[in-house]
């Protein structure tokens, strides 16, 4: 592996169906991100971690979870998706603590909920 | 609230100039970043101003005013391959990015 990667690529999703999106980073990064992004919009930031151990709510959390059991890896979660949920989520990480500002983004996952 | 506007679509010939702005109103201030992304494709870092002034790098560089809240992206000598979405993205107080809605760049021959 080298840097970040998200899965699934895609995936169709029927309302109502639990989804969890995976991402997994060996930059030993210790912040890591969720963002949705949506056409006309800029990204928007779901939740976020700046460390194992520790989460915190973005400008759209609602509907998603998240945990950071391990500084590698950070999924997210969809509880019981609905339509509004149609996105591509980006997964991204910066090394915070080293004073890095810039964020590393995965491929993404381009999502539909029919 | 916070807010960051930059234009919807610009288009451009290639081997020419192209400067692109953003101008943004944020809770606090701690440096402003641009990104492009390809269709398709994830968000890739092109520059990080935190100071006033000019930060150049090859063909492109960005400029900031923190007093004017503004920030500009110049692109020289366009390339087809710079057809793409270019993101200004502002970190904020609680040092999470507030992006904009990205300026759709279409490079004609």
């Known amino acids: 592996i080298a840097g970040i990667t998200q899965a699934p690529t895609s995936q169709i999703l029927a309302a109502g169906r639990r989804m969890t999106l995976r991402c997994t980073q060996d930059?030993?990064?210790?912040?890591m991100y969720w963002y949705r992004q949506d056409l006309g919009l800029g990204l928007r930031l779901i939740h976020y971690s700046n460390t194992a151990g520790t989460t915190g709510k973005g400008e759209v959390p609602d509907g998603y979870s998240v945990s950071r059991a391990n500084t590698d890896d950070f999924p997210l979660t969809l509880a019981s998706a609905v339509p509004s949920q149609t996105s591509v989520y980006f997964c991204?990480?910066?090394?915070?603590?080293?004073?890095?500002?810039?964020?590393?983004f995965g491929p993404g996952t381009r999502l539909t909920v029919l | 609230g916070q807010n960051i506007d930059q234009p919807t679509e610009m288009t451009a010939t290639e081997g020419a100039i192209v400067q692109i702005n953003c101008t943004y109103q944020t809770s606090g201030f701690n440096g402003l970043f641009w990104y492009q992304q390809h269709a398709g494709e994830a968000p890739t870092f092109l520059s990080y101003?935190?100071l006033d002034g000019l930060e150049e790098k090859g063909r492109f560089s960005s400029f900031l005013s923190r007093s004017k809240g503004y920030s500009y992206l110049l692109l020289k000598e366009l390339q087809m391959k710079d057809s793409a979405s270019y993101l200004c993205?502002?970190?904020?107080?609680?040092?999470?990015?507030?992006w904009g809605a990205g300026t759709k760049l279409i490079i004609k021959p």
């Open positions: 101003n935190v």
């Open positions: 930059m030993r990064h210790n912040a």
């Open positions: 993205a502002v970190e904020d107080s609680n040092y999470q990015l507030i």
């Open positions: 991204a990480s910066s090394d915070r603590l080293a004073g890095g500002n810039e964020q590393f």
